[in-house]
């Protein structure tokens, strides 16, 4: 995804973090053509669901692959979801999901693997010391896409954070991330995002049950993998590779 224009600076809000002054407010009637696409997926966003968007999705149709099929798991913060192939929504299709939320409120989601080409210092450029690193927004999901969302994965719990796995955390404002880069170590890191993905109350548990979405339990290796952009295809091959090994094996 390319995000390409002049920006001006815009306050905004998310719901895992605080009050943060951006320059992801494109000037102009035109907006980027992920964001504007956000209107033809307001059904998405106000709960109908991704069921409609699987190719043949009809409840039989899925009962019929029991092997892709599964039972709710226990929906917690660190949760990851793994789009199934057949997802064809292109908000959602071929990503990965990390769960931030869950309550009675619904789920609130960062998706990990869409890196785009905005540098962190051309979106956030009154932010110190991001002069010189190469860091990248990005896309979290098509809810709020103007609102940043960070990770962070630290000893030490960042201010206005909330834990989502050990040593893993989300939230944060920019005092939080100028201490990180003003102090940097080997072993911590952070990672800026773009939007988010969210679910009203048991939207997300339909989805699953239906097949929209495989789940694993995340760590902090794969939310900072090197090559984000490949983890749908790496969680994939892991996830289907007993299938393909029987597969092959009756041939």
């Not at 009809?58 to 892709?68: I, K, N, R, V, W």
């Not at 869950?102 to 991001?130: F, Q, V, Y």
């Not at 090197?226 to 091959?237: G, I």
Request: charged share 20%.
């Amino acid at each position: 995804m390319r995000l390409t224009a002049k920006w001006r600076s815009v306050i905004v809000w998310t719901p895992l973090g605080g009050q943060w002054e951006t320059d992801m407010k494109r000037k102009g009637d035109t907006f980027p053509q992920w964001m504007s696409s956000l209107a033809l997926n307001m059904p998405r966003i106000w709960g109908v669901g991704l069921l409609s968007m699987l190719v043949g999705a009809s409840p039989a149709g899925l009962a019929a692959q029991p092997y892709f099929s599964q039972d709710i798991p226990d929906i917690t913060p660190g949760l990851l979801l793994i789009a199934r192939p057949e997802l064809r929504d292109p908000h959602f299709a071929k990503t990965v999901v990390l769960i931030c939320r869950h309550d009675e409120r619904g789920s609130i989601g960062l998706i990990l693997n869409r890196p785009t080409t905005m540098p962190l210092s051309k979106a956030l450029p009154r932010l110190k010391g991001l002069k010189g690193n190469r860091h990248y927004i990005y896309e979290g999901g098509p809810v709020q896409p103007r609102g940043i969302i960070m990770l962070f994965y630290t000893e030490t719990q960042p201010a206005k954070t909330t834990q989502v796995l050990e040593h893993l955390y989300v939230g944060g404002d920019q005092e939080s991330l100028e201490e990180l880069l003003a102090n940097p170590n080997e072993t911590s890191q952070f990672r800026v995002y773009a939007g988010h993905a969210s679910w009203f109350p048991g939207q997300l548990e339909t989805e699953i049950t239906r097949g929209v979405w495989w789940t694993v339990m995340g760590d902090p290796n794969t939310v900072f993998d090197p090559h984000p952009a490949t983890l749908w295809d790496q969680l994939y091959l892991r996830l289907t590779a007993p299938r393909r090994m029987i597969s092959f094996s009756s041939q």
